[in-house]
């Protein structure tokens, strides 16, 4: 059986004025109990070059999600719905609120 590889869907990398970087990363994969969408992917929000929020799907790990120094299962909808959540933990982050129980 031939072997399918992962094709990249998005590659994504911003600095802002700050200097913290977001990156956003995304493949078409074959659909497995990995992977039950078809997708890997890894969004990250980068200070000083540590990750301070992050949703990813890494392998042997179910969807998860890194806030606060804080990994969470996460429930992945759609990239749509993954852009919202990161967006509004960076806002969360820049405003200084990281309680985990606000969310």
Do not use: C
């Amino acid at each position: 059986m031939p072997t399918i590889k992962a094709k990249l869907l998005i590659h994504r990398k911003e600095r802002n004025a700050e200097g913290h970087i977001t990156e956003l990363k995304a493949w078409i994969v074959p659909v497995t109990e990995h992977t039950p969408n078809g997708l890997k992917y890894s969004v990250v929000y980068i200070v000083n070059g540590i990750r301070v929020v992050g949703y990813d799907n890494e392998r042997g790990k179910v969807d998860h999600r890194h806030f606060a120094g804080v990994e969470t299962p996460y429930t992945f909808i759609n990239m749509a719905q993954l852009i919202a959540e990161i967006n509004a933990d960076v806002t969360r982050y820049l405003e200084g609120d990281d309680n985990e129980s606000d969310l």
